[in-house]
Each structure stands twice: as structure tokens, then as C-alpha cells.
């Protein structure tokens, strides 16, 4: 999909119905990588007050309430998986080395499985890799954050839309 950067927030007119969004006579179906920026675009215009923002976290926990993973640690394994090893990726997060160790070693103690395929020193130097379970985690997590999202945003939506045009 093509990325389409909006002009300036000053220089939008916005119109919105439950599955569209006009914008400047172009008619953008909501379910496309623009509706957060023109939703939150749309809400403002029609506000004289400060625009409001819905946010909301989600995590996953066990029948004790120790957290066995959430958005921190999807960032973790995120860079791990990027940049190829614990160390590398506590310098992108800024994050101890030990503190990113003791949140994998939890989630694996919680899950019952490795998460990283270590390997240390050699030619090439040491590095991590993500195993199929952690992979898959980090897709069925992106997709579980990122529809909590969208219905917490279409519900914020319907909600503050009446006390907005009362």
C-alpha cells in the first residue's frame, strides 16, 4: 500500500460518515492507514475545546497476575529480532542489558518456552535469534493490540461525538 503523507492539519476540510472519510473532495475508506490521522484531523476541527485521545494498554498475564508479555517486552523481541542480539537492542531501547534479559527469562519462564536462539562468541561475534514461538507471539500480539486499538478508537468516537455536536 502506498503511503500518502496529508498536507498541513490547517489546511484540511474533513467530513466523516461511519465507513468514509471525505477529505478535501477525495473520499478515503476508513479501513486504510489513514483513518487514525484523519479521525483524530476530523475530531478536531469539529472541537473548539482541545482535541481528546482514547488510549488504552493491553497485556497478556497468568492466573497469578505476573505479567508474562505485553507491549514492552513485543518492543524487546521487536529490536532483537532486527538488529541480530540482546546487546544491540538494549542500546536501540536504552534499557540495561540485565533488565532485558530478566523480561525474556520471565516471558519463557511463563510460557514454558525459549524464546531466543543464542549464539555466543566466534568470527561473527554472539547474537540472538527469534525461535517460531516468539515470532509467532509478536504477530498474534500485533494483531490483538492493533484491533483493541481500532475498536477502543471507533468506540471513543461514537461516545464523545455526541457530547461534541450537543
Not at 30 to 39: A, E, H, P, T, V
Not at 129 to 134: D, G, H, I, K, S
Not at 143 to 160: L, N
Amino acid at each position: 500500500m502506498k503511503t500518502i503523507r496529508p498536507p498541513a492539519a490547517n489546511s484540511l476540510k474533513v467530513w466523516a460518515s461511519k465507513k468514509n472519510i471525505y477529505l478535501q473532495g477525495l473520499n478515503y475508506n476508513r479501513s486504510n492507514d489513514l483513518k487514525k490521522y484523519y479521525l483524530k484531523q476530523d475530531f478536531i476541527m469539529k472541537s473548539k475545546r482541545k482535541p481528546f485521545f482514547m488510549r488504552s494498554k493491553i497485556w497478556i498475564e497468568d492466573d497469578n497476575g505476573k505479567v508474562i508479555f505485553g507491549l514492552g517486552r513485543y518492543k524487546i523481541l521487536n529490536a532483537i529480532e532486527e538488529f541480530g542480539s540482546i546487546n544491540a537492542a538494549s542500546k536501540e531501547l536504552k534499557m540495561g542489558y540485565r533488565a532485558i534479559w530478566g523480561k525474556i527469562k520471565a516471558t519463557e519462564e511463563g510460557l514454558g518456552e525459549p524464546l531466543l536462539k543464542r549464539s555466543t562468541g566466534g568470527a561473527k561475534g554472539g547474537g540472538s535469534e527469534l525461535t517460531p514461538v516468539a515470532k509467532s507471539l509478536l504477530n498474534h500480539f500485533r494483531k490483538v493490540h492493533r484491533h483493541v486499538i481500532d475498536e477502543a478508537d471507533d468506540f471513543f468516537e461514537d461516545v464523545f461525538e455526541k457530547i461534541i455536536n450537543e
